[in-house]
T-cell receptor, first 114, second 113 residues
């Protein structure tokens, strides 16, 4: 079945450092890909998305490019801030399921030091 | 945009007691609805999803059940809670159609003691 694999955390960086969180997926069709963010004690918020190959999603300085050839959707940010500390989830939506099941990775906890 | 109402925010229940978590959605019709569980330090596990009233699909065999009595209402239940049911439960809603992103409620933190 469909699956999402994320790099394991926790990831700790200094403020203004470059961030990469790796995400790869397995899917039978042509899924949409998402990054969600979960701030402490809160639910999930959509951070960005991409619906087809070579699309780039971006929001709040974060970017991710849908790479079909490597089945990847890595999250990047050029200069992180303390306020970016959160748990980040990579996810896919299965196009071949009428329910559009959304499958999540295990999450990566990011901590930014001032 | 959609708004997901989920309650209660926190819940402490004894082992063997029943459970009912409710989720209601505003701002869309005929959404796909989801229940996820996040165990401590772990990722999100899809428990149930629904494409319409009375239509429930279960992803993992377990001590829980779900119901959708109305178009925008999704209920997670258990007759007898286990310690292993502790976790953070999230209700999600996605507009009908393919490749749509989901919106989530604020979650319910359940502790079974």
């Amino acid at each position: 079945g469909d699956s999402v694999t994320q790099m394991e955390g926790p990831v700790t960086l200094s403020e203004e450092a470059f961030l990469t969180i790796n995400c790869t997926y397995t899917a039978t069709g042509y899924p949409s890909l998402f990054w969600y963010v979960q701030y402490p004690g809160e639910g999930l918020q959509l951070l960005l998305k991409a619906t087809k190959a070579d699309d780039k999603g971006s929001n709040k300085g974060f970017e991710a490019t849908y790479r079909k050839e490597t089945t990847s959707f890595h999250l990047e940010k050029g200069s992180v801030q303390v306020s970016d500390s959160a748990v980040y989830f990579c996810a896919l939506s299965d196009q071949y399921s009428s329910a559009s099941k959304i499958i999540f990775g295990s999450g990566t906890r990011l901590s930014i030091r001032p | 945009s959609q708004t997901i109402h989920q309650w209660p925010a926190t819940l402490v229940q004894p082992v063997g007691s029943p459970l009912s978590l409710e989720c209601t959605v505003e701002g869309t019709s005929n959404p796909n609805l989801y229940w996820y569980r996040q165990a401590a330090g772990r990722g999100l596990q899809l428990l149930f999803y629904s494409v319409g009233i009375g239509q429930i699909s279960s992803e993992v065999p377990q001590n829980l059940s779900a119901s959708r009595p109305q178009d925008r209402q999704f209920i997670l239940s258990s007759k007898k809670l286990l310690l292993s049911d502790s976790g953070f439960y999230l209700c999600g809603s996605a507009p009908p159609g393919l490749n749509t992103e989901a919106f989530f409620g604020q979650g319910t933190r359940l502790t079974v003691v």
